[in-house]
């Protein structure tokens, strides 16, 4: 789907949109693109923890991640009995990246869903629905607790996250799908806006990789996930 496989610099990320207050059926959400990749998250808040939650006093941050059938060709089936494993491991993860971010003991006993709808897949889904997904998340803390920034109220910090490769001799920063099917070596990368790491999934899929390349990768990733925060604190004003 995208061409600048030959155009952009290996260091550079996918140009970046963010429209805020997409809907008006939630308090929060955003409308997130990278390149071609177009993510819809929303974040509802309800007045309720899981039962395990219950009585603690404290509240919960989960998310779900889902790819429309036509976001990606061929279409996507619905699969309307289960959810499948892909699809699992990246909401846990989108899930365990917001609430790394989060003092749910200040959010009270309250649960906030961040639901991430791709739209268009590119590459970089998870990534987007992570760094899209801190912003509608940032809102819904917001509507809940007026006046709430990032480093007073509930958020600690924002959280971003970005996918690195390895093709051939050559380390690239954002792999969109065109990268991503040619990559010897991917990584995605999470960290907070203070420059701390979340996670890291790193996959030698068609071959291995050394401590040298790791640092480079690590390097780019940072390089990333520094711009993604500026822009995400920009947007929220903050
Ligand atoms: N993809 C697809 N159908 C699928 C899974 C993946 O078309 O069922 C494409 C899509 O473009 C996606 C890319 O492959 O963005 C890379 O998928 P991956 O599982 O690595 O996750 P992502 O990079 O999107 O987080």
Redesign the pocket.
Known sequence: MSTDFVTRPSDQIREVKIERGYLKSCPASVLYSSGD?VVLCAASVEPSVPPWLEGKGKGWVTAEYN?LPGS?SPR?RRDRSKVDG?TTE?QRLIGRSLRSIIDLNALGEQMITVDCDVLQ???????ASITGGFIALADAVASIIPGSTIGNGPLLDSVAAI?VGVIGDELKLDLD?EL?SAADVDMNVIMTGSGRFVEIQGTGEEATFDDEQLAGLIRLAKKGIGELTTMQRSVLGQ
Do not use: E, L
Not at 121 to 127: H, L, N, S, V
């Open positions: 990749t790819m990606t996507k892909r990246i897949a590119d590459g970089g889904t998870r990534t996918s799908y991503d």
